[in-house]
């Protein structure tokens, strides 16, 4: 039986720009294989995250996912954020070994984070083993409408594996991580292993920032095996910084590139209004090996 574990923690102080205390609601969700003593425990990500949903009310700052060690097979979710609701994805503190989610070569993405809403989303996502998925993380704003965007997202202290096509007949992936019109978000302290398609694997990109991602920054990530560029910032995404990551055995002349779909020259591009370069993206102090 599927069950989840729900604290509420209340009372715990923010000191405002204003210097004037609040109170701030955290509810933190427990996700095991296994029950707990004197507690109940939930196993699906997305039915607690749906249950969140419920339990969200204006008084809440906080949802915390906390994941207990262990591997989830085959499991999926999509995470609608609430305005002004900040959501965490992390491993349970105790856990002596990153939880692990394993897709089993299924095609799937392991999370969607769907955000219009021209704010910051406010998702931060580390410290789990992701393997064996066509897609690991997509954030999406609307790439039709730069008004339309989502930004504050993080990734960190995650283990990215065996990501992308497994099959030759199933569509290829595009990305580890994609953010589509997202903007201010951090990738840092990452590990991406073996990134292939088993065809087409040119597509296939650790970070693709696309469509008015701008003003991002990739830091201190190592990228080993991959056979696509590691970064490919796409259609007016700028201002990006990719710094001080580790490249190793990646099978492009370039780690990062840029690229966009033009319609001058191209007839299967389907945005509807013309994309466009990418400006002012900065590559700096990234070391490179054989």
């Given at each position: 039986?599927?069950?989840?574990?729900?604290?509420i923690?209340?009372?715990?102080?923010?000191?405002?720009?204003?210097d004037?205390?609040s109170?701030?609601?955290?509810?933190e969700?427990?996700?095991?294989q296994?029950?707990?003593?004197g507690v109940?425990?939930?196993?699906s990500?997305?039915?607690?995250?749906?249950h969140?949903y419920?339990?969200?009310?204006?008084?809440?700052?906080?949802?915390?996912?906390?994941i207990?060690?262990g591997?989830?097979?085959?499991q999926a979710?999509?995470l609608r954020?609430?305005?002004?609701?900040?959501?965490?994805?992390?491993?349970e503190?105790?856990?002596l070994?990153?939880?692990?989610?394993?897709?089993?070569?299924?095609q799937?993405?392991?999370l969607?984070v769907?955000s219009?809403?021209?704010?910051g989303s406010?998702?931060?996502?580390g410290?789990?083993?992701?393997?064996?998925y066509l897609?690991?993380?997509?954030?999406?704003?609307?790439?039709?409408?730069?008004?339309?965007?989502?930004?504050h997202n993080?990734?960190y202290n995650?283990r990215f594996?065996n990501?992308?096509q497994?099959?030759?007949?199933?569509?290829p992936s595009?990305?580890?991580?994609?953010?589509?019109?997202s903007?201010?978000n951090d990738v840092?302290g990452?590990?991406?292993i073996?990134?292939k398609n088993?065809?087409?694997?040119g597509?296939?990109?650790?970070?693709y920032?696309a469509h008015?991602?701008s003003e991002?920054?990739?830091?201190?990530?190592t990228?080993?095996?991959?056979c696509?560029?590691?970064i490919r910032?796409r259609?007016d995404?700028?201002?990006n910084?990719?710094?001080l990551?580790?490249?190793?055995?990646?099978?492009?002349i370039e780690a990062?590139?840029?690229?966009f779909?033009?319609?001058?020259?191209?007839?299967?591009?389907?945005?509807?209004?013309?994309?466009l370069r990418?400006?002012l993206?900065?590559?700096?102090k990234n070391?490179?090996e054989p």
């Amino acid at each position: 039986m599927f069950k989840f574990l729900l604290f509420i923690l209340l009372q715990i102080p923010l000191i405002s720009v204003a210097d004037i205390t609040s109170k701030v609601n955290i509810i933190e969700i427990h996700i095991a294989q296994n029950e707990i003593n004197g507690v109940t425990t939930f196993l699906s990500l997305q039915q607690a995250i749906d249950h969140s949903y419920e339990l969200s009310s204006s008084n809440i700052s906080t949802v915390k996912f906390l994941i207990h060690g262990g591997t989830y097979n085959k499991q999926a979710a999509i995470l609608r954020p609430k305005q002004g609701v900040h959501y965490e994805f992390t491993s349970e503190p105790s856990n002596l070994r990153l939880p692990m989610f394993d897709g089993n070569g299924e095609q799937l993405t392991w999370l969607r984070v769907l955000s219009k809403d021209g704010y910051g989303s406010n998702v931060i996502i580390g410290n789990l083993h992701i393997r064996n998925y066509l897609t690991a993380i997509s954030i999406e704003g609307n790439r039709e409408n730069q008004r339309e965007f989502n930004a504050h997202n993080k990734i960190y202290n995650m283990r990215f594996e065996n990501i992308g096509q497994t099959s030759p007949d199933s569509p290829p992936s595009t990305a580890v991580i994609r953010f589509v019109n997202s903007r201010q978000n951090d990738v840092s302290g990452n590990e991406f292993i073996n990134i292939k398609n088993v065809q087409s694997c040119g597509l296939l990109h650790a970070v693709y920032l696309a469509h008015h991602s701008s003003e991002n920054l990739i830091k201190r990530n190592t990228f080993t095996n991959l056979c696509g560029s590691p970064i490919r910032i796409r259609d007016d995404s700028n201002y990006n910084k990719i710094q001080l990551n580790k490249f190793r055995n990646i099978q492009t002349i370039e780690a990062m590139d840029e690229w966009f779909c033009d319609k001058n020259i191209r007839h299967d591009c389907t945005k509807s209004e013309p994309e466009l370069r990418s400006h002012l993206n900065t590559f700096n102090k990234n070391h490179i090996e054989p």
